[in-house]
């Protein structure tokens, strides 16, 4: 019987030399050390974010363990990037990070202190650069406009009004705008009672008795002057 042991043994030993090679070893040792690893990340839904800019950004994840990688991981290198509104991250195992992108929306350009910025859904300035493709959006002009624009913006959206005929945007330090539109035509907005002022500049703009007015001033409330 114990020959009959020592005889299996050494068949089996006999087998094992037989097929070892040192770099089969290897590669099985290097696929069990990059198992669970992140070897890959997915961009999906982005336009105006560049996927490799993001990449670049999480260079350091790369390799890391995926089952210790936190949100903060990642949200936290991404923070700076351009027109990043938010960020949905999902782990794809053994080895893969997905990202889907939400993206803010370039509404307008404005100028400040000499400088050209875009100005997206957020109210983040960007600075503008000669290969961004956004000259047809309306301009914005005014000391302070900046912190004042989005809300305006959002009233006009909120009641219907059709934005895109506007050309520019002039923000006045007591709090008001004048819009001016495609066809030149101004309409001048008051400081307060904002809504009613919106509402009241689409029904002139629909009458035909008011399509002859280059000005439309709604600035005294109960009034409006045209000229």
């Avoid at 350009?109 to 000499?114: E, G, P, S, W």
């Avoid at 705008?177 to 002139?204: C, G, H, M, T």
Wanted: charged residues 30%.
């Amino acid at each position: 019987m114990k020959k009959l042991y020592r005889i299996v043994l050494l068949v089996i030993a006999l087998i094992f030399l037989s097929t070892y090679t040192p770099s089969r070893f290897d590669l099985i040792s290097q696929k069990n050390n990059t198992f669970f690893k992140i070897q890959k990340i997915e961009i999906v839904n982005n336009f105006l974010v560049k996927g490799s800019e993001i990449k670049e950004k999480l260079s350091k994840i790369y390799n890391k363990n995926i089952f210790l990688i936190k949100r903060k991981d990642i949200e936290d290198p991404l923070r700076e990037i351009n027109f990043l509104g938010k960020i949905d991250v999902k782990k794809k195992y053994p080895n893969t990070i997905i990202i889907e992108i939400f993206e803010t929306k370039p509404i307008a350009i404005l100028y400040a202190n000499k400088t050209k910025y875009l100005i997206d859904s957020s109210s983040n300035l960007i600075l503008f650069e000669d290969n961004m493709n956004f000259n047809q959006l309306p301009s914005v002009f005014g000391e302070g406009a900046k912190n004042y624009f989005i809300y305006f913006f959002t009233q006009l959206e909120n009641n219907d009004f059709p934005i895109k005929d506007v050309k520019k945007f002039y923000f006045f330090q007591i709090g008001r705008w004048d819009l001016q539109l495609a066809n030149d035509r101004i309409i001048k907005f008051p400081y307060d009672n904002i809504v009613d002022a919106i509402k009241k500049s689409i029904e002139l703009l629909d009458r035909e008795d008011f399509e002859n007015y280059n000005i439309i001033d709604l600035r005294i409330d109960g009034k409006i002057i045209v000229e």
